[in-house]
């Protein structure tokens, strides 16, 4: 069974352009999370999707955040524009439960996000 | 709002030895908590989820316990080897499903 994958694996942009990350969670899977690790600082969650639906979006840190999952399978996360704070490492995991006590979320290698 | 604290942030120990590595949080009304290894440029991996009923969980030479009322849970690897050399994160779920992480423990343990 193919784990969670994610594209592109390294990203380095300027500063104002736009970068789009992809998510490819573990099939059936309803469950897709996003998370974001920044220099020094620990994982932080961003936002959670059940299929198409966004369930909570309370991590996103501003409107220059879009994230999408349409049809409930892969999901995108776009950054637009850019700025130099959202370097980082940016985590997608999946889970086939959700608000249960044995839902173990399953993470994906990371995009690693420079913004120049 | 919940917190979640490992101390120390690295820990170096030579090979053969059994540690435990320590993770405290702030509200005990979790519903599971996961322990994850990390190398360095990779992703997470799972090692042990516990959920909030139980107390401990193991998997070869590793077990993982968790006291709620607490607010605690330990990683305890026996027989440390040097592939055992990684970030050990724990991360506990809240009713929102989302995980709440600690900045991570780096191991190293030393031939």
């Known amino acids: 069974e193919a784990g969670v994958t994610q594209f592109p694996s390294h990203s380095v942009i300027e500063k104002g352009q736009t970068v789009t990350l992809r998510c490819d969670p573990i099939?059936?899977?309803?469950?897709l999370y996003w998370y974001r690790r920044v220099m020094g600082k620990e994982i932080k969650f961003l936002l959670h999707?059940?299929?198409?639906?966004?369930?909570?979006e309370s991590g996103m840190p501003n409107n220059r955040f879009l994230a999408e999952r349409t049809g409930g399978t892969y999901s995108t996360l776009k950054v637009q524009p850019a700025e130099l704070e959202d370097s980082g490492v940016y985590f997608c995991?999946?889970?086939?439960?959700?608000?249960?006590?044995?839902?173990?979320?399953?993470f994906g290698p990371g995009t690693r996000l420079t913004v120049t | 709002k919940q917190e979640v604290t490992q101390i120390p942030a690295a820990l170096s120990v030579p090979e053969g030895e059994n540690l435990v590595l320590n993770c405290s949080f702030t509200d005990s009304a979790i519903y599971n908590l996961q322990w994850f290894r990390q190398d360095p440029g990779k992703g997470l991996t799972s090692l042990l989820l516990?959920?909030?009923?139980?107390r401990e969980q193991t998997s070869g030479r590793l077990n993982a316990s968790l006291d709620k009322s607490s607010g605690r849970s330990t990683l305890y690897i026996a027989a440390s080897q040097p592939g055992d050399s990684a970030t050990y994160l724990c991360?506990?779920?809240?009713?929102?499903?989302?995980?709440?992480f600690g900045k991570g423990i780096t191991l190293s343990v030393r031939p």
């Open positions: 991360a506990v779920a809240g009713a929102n499903s989302k995980l709440t």
């Open positions: 099939s059936g899977h309803d469950n």
């Open positions: 995991a999946s889970s086939l439960r959700d608000r249960l006590v044995d839902d173990e979320q399953y």
């Open positions: 516990i959920q909030s009923s139980q």
């Open positions: 999707f059940v299929k198409e639906s966004k369930q909570d």
